[in-house]
């Protein structure tokens, strides 16, 4: 897996506040899954594509519509451009 990003856990310390509390059965690892996100965005890839590491494409991608809707990304944007300006 050294050929993949992943967010660090000091990152992951710092945004895992803003994502939805799991309920009923256990989430997958959500740095795994979170990094799979970035790595697909950033590369401009579809989800199909995505690097077998981060997991089935089909979570990366139901997580990513899920995360959104509960606006857990805006959440994410608004306070490191916050954090960002101090």
């Given at each position: 897996?050294?050929?993949?990003?992943?967010?660090?856990?000091?990152?992951?310390?710092?945004?895992?506040?803003?994502?939805?509390?799991?309920?009923?059965?256990?989430?997958?690892?959500?740095?795994?899954?979170?990094?799979?996100?970035?790595?697909?965005?950033?590369?401009?890839?579809?989800?199909?594509?995505?690097?077998?590491?981060?997991?089935?494409?089909?979570?990366?991608?139901?997580?990513?519509?899920?995360?959104?809707?509960?606006?857990?990304?805006?959440?994410?944007?608004?306070?490191?451009?916050?954090?960002?300006g101090r």
């Open positions: 897996m050294s050929d993949v990003f992943m967010l660090s856990e000091r990152q992951m310390e710092r945004i895992e506040p803003f994502f939805p509390l799991a309920h009923g059965e256990p989430r997958v690892d959500d740095r795994r899954v979170l990094s799979g996100i970035v790595y697909v965005i950033r590369n401009g890839l579809q989800w199909k594509d995505a690097p077998k590491a981060y997991g089935p494409h089909k979570t990366l991608y139901n997580l990513f519509i899920r995360w959104s809707h509960l606006g857990a990304f805006d959440r994410i944007f608004v306070a490191l451009t916050e954090q960002a």
